[in-house]
């Protein structure tokens, strides 16, 4: 079945360092969604990409969606301690939507 | 956040015993789901809802029922409580689609089973 991988699993950086973490599909997507958990929280939805090749920004995040629909990256700059928590993506195959494994990202201030 | 409740929060169980989980909602979304999320796996999707009585399977169904007898109600039941089955629950909601839409998450419910 469609899989999704996301990596890296854990990333632990600097305040103020930069962020990326990367998902791959092994079939096409229709469309990837991004979401943030917080520790000891539910998944909060971030943003949808829809267009092969897409690049979308909301303040310090970028997202992207690769020219073949089956790669995209979540890259946040100058991080910050309000940034921890998990980040899933979520890609649509044929019908259902996948999740990736998460990448958890820690931050020393 | 949307409004959506899950009932227990927090619940110990033995191996062996018949489990219901609930998800109510307030948004008249006409999708629900039910997620398991386990360290490395993300979440997986258990079953879904695309109305009321209709119900399909996800990745990870076995051991697993659920029933939709209401719009705002979704019911996960673990028929037999095994320690495999210990995780955190997520019920989520969307307004249509599997993935055309964004998903509305519960806060979850944790599951031990001993």
């Known amino acids: 079945g469609q899989q999704v991988m996301q990596i890296p699993q854990y990333q632990h950086v600097q305040e103020g360092e930069d962020f990326t973490t990367y998902c791959n599909s092994s079939?096409?997507?229709?469309?990837i969604q991004w979401y943030k958990q917080r520790p000891g929280g539910h998944p909060v939805f971030l943003i949808q990409?829809?267009?092969?090749?897409e690049v979308k920004k909301q303040k310090r995040l970028t997202f992207q969606f690769g020219e073949a629909k089956k790669n995209s990256s979540l890259h946040i700059t100058a991080t910050q301690t309000t940034d921890v928590g998990t980040y899933f993506c979520?890609?649509?195959?044929?019908?259902?939507?996948?999740f990736g494994q998460g990448t958890r990202l820690t931050i020393n201030p | 956040d949307a409004g959506i409740t899950q009932s227990p929060r927090h619940k110990v169980t033995e191996t062996g015993t018949p489990v219901t989980l609930r998800c109510h909602q307030t948004?008249?979304?006409?999708?629900m789901y039910w997620y398991r999320q386990d360290p490395g796996h993300g979440l997986r999707l258990i079953h879904y809802?695309?109305?009321?009585?209709?119900?399909d399977k996800g990745e990870v169904s076995d051991g697993y029922s659920v029933s939709r007898s209401k719009t705002e109600d979704f019911l996960l039941t673990l028929e037999s409580a095994t320690s495999s089955q210990t995780s955190v629950y997520f019920c989520?909601?969307?307004?249509?689609?599997?993935?055309?839409?964004?998903?509305?998450f519960g806060p979850g419910t944790r599951l031990t089973v001993t």
């Open positions: 989520a909601i969307s307004e249509a689609g599997l993935a055309a839409y964004e998903q509305y």
């Open positions: 079939t096409t997507l229709s469309n």
């Open positions: 990409l829809v267009k092969s090749g």
């Open positions: 979520a890609g649509q195959g044929a019908q259902k939507l996948v």
């Open positions: 809802s695309y109305g009321v009585k209709d119900t």
């Open positions: 948004e008249n979304h006409r999708y």
